[in-house]
């Protein structure tokens, strides 16, 4: 079966969407020092400021799974990334403490819509194309990542003002981002979102546990974010030079698995991609702390990028095949484990590094992405296929999604 261009131009428009919301929230979190500088945020209160943004995002996450029964996800995806480029814009334009706390709260409210909004086009999509495409929009976003944090390197090392630092990146993806929301692809051309009656009577229980994937995950991933360079320098004895390479090569393994990734799942099915994943981000943290120096600590952080890359855009997927009649709110609502393992993560890593020691706080988020191979069923059947024959059964029982099927 062909797919149509009109399907080809929005996972083009989409994969766009995913690498400018990359290249936005690198710039944001790779500069906070230079942020509590401009506006003279004191550490005490810096952590207020930086938990109201996934705070705000995972409420956002859920009134936006409640404005797509009214309108389609592409129209939230459509007003919702403007909003953010502008919001970062307006984060380096302040000079008052309240100046920031409108511009992160902004930032923080259309994230959440965001990030709901261009998951729920990416299910919707990878369902019409009838395979794995999710992977691929995820790896846009892991370019656009490592392009932001390289802006923002640039802008520290030249000194230049956050507003400066912004702006021309705000200048190239604002337009393009607009011109290309034209051609977001929904389920159905110019459709509405899903009906309200969509979601089963025990949808809640049949989610969580890709709920609890989803937390885990990204406990996982704020590890390697905020913790890496401290580790490294601190209990490895690097230079405070080689501190800086941990989360660059993590963030590099992240693009590369996530770019090939989609074959992966084509070849092999989610369930045994999402297990292999699990095992090598478990092996990771087990050499990160084990490591006897810097380098072997290198090639766990290396490890680290390549086998939790596959588990986040799986888990989305997967939510999609569960519910294949609400599978906006369901992305919705898992879209908010998202921050709860970004809130949870940094916090309790810190906390157990002080009070233990940070080599047995690397085992806490390695036991905990391991949940993931006790729910690898809930990633669906082996081949997580989508054709018609999926299609037919979009009405019965939840736990039937994924068998057989036509592979487009």
């Not at 109201?52 to 797509?68: D, K």
């Not at 051609?183 to 969580?208: H, T």
Request: charged share 10%; hydrophobic share 50%; proline share 4%.
């Amino acid at each position: 079966m062909t797919v149509d261009v009109r399907l080809r131009r929005g996972r083009g428009a989409l994969g766009f969407s995913f690498f400018a919301q990359g290249v936005a929230f690198a710039l944001l979190v790779t500069r906070i020092p230079a942020i509590q500088d401009q506006y003279g945020i004191s550490d005490g209160l810096l952590p207020a400021f930086l938990a109201a943004v996934p705070v705000l995002a995972g409420v956002s996450s859920v009134a936006t799974e409640h404005l797509v029964k009214r309108i389609a996800p592409s129209t939230v995806l459509r007003w919702a990334q403007p909003v953010v480029l502008l919001a970062l814009l307006g984060v380096g334009a302040g000079s008052r403490m309240w100046h920031v706390a409108v511009a992160l709260g902004v930032f923080g409210l259309a994230v959440g819509a965001l990030d709901a909004s261009m998951n729920m086009l990416g299910v919707s999509l990878q369902r019409a194309y009838g395979r794995s495409i999710m992977l691929g929009f995820h790896a846009a976003y892991s370019l656009g990542g490592i392009l932001g944090a390289s802006a923002a390197w640039a802008g520290a090392h030249w000194h230049l003002s956050l507003f400066t630092g912004y702006l021309p990146a705000v200048l190239v993806l604002l337009p393009s981002a607009l011109v290309g929301s034209r051609f977001y692809a929904d389920s159905a051309p110019g459709g509405a979102g899903e009906a309200a009656g969509g979601w089963p009577a025990r949808g809640g229980k049949l989610l969580l546990p890709l709920c609890v994937v989803m937390a885990c995950a990204y406990i996982g991933d704020s590890t390697v974010a905020n913790w890496s360079a401290k580790y490294l320098q601190d209990v490895l004895g690097s230079s405070e030079q080689l501190a800086t390479v941990p989360y660059n090569v993590y963030m590099v393994t992240t693009l590369i698995g996530r770019a090939v990734g989609d074959l992966g799942v084509r070849r092999f099915g989610a369930v045994a991609v999402v297990r292999a994943g699990t095992v090598v981000a478990a092996g990771g943290f087990a050499v990160v702390a084990s490591a006897p120096g810097a380098w072997t600590g290198m090639l766990g952080f290396t490890l680290l990028g390549i086998g939790l890359c596959v588990i986040v855009p799986q888990t989305f997927a997967a939510a999609g095949r569960l519910f294949p009649g609400a599978s906006d709110t369901a992305v919705a609502r898992l879209n908010i484990f998202n921050y709860v393992g970004f809130l949870i993560g940094s916090p309790l890593v810190g906390g157990i590094g002080d009070a233990w020691s940070y080599r047995g706080a690397m085992l806490v988020p390695m036991v905990l992405v391991l949940v993931t191979l006790f729910q690898a069923r809930s990633f669906g059947a082996d081949r997580a296929r989508y054709g018609v024959g999926h299609e037919r059964r979009a009405g019965d029982r939840a736990v039937d999604v994924g068998r057989g099927g036509n592979e487009v």
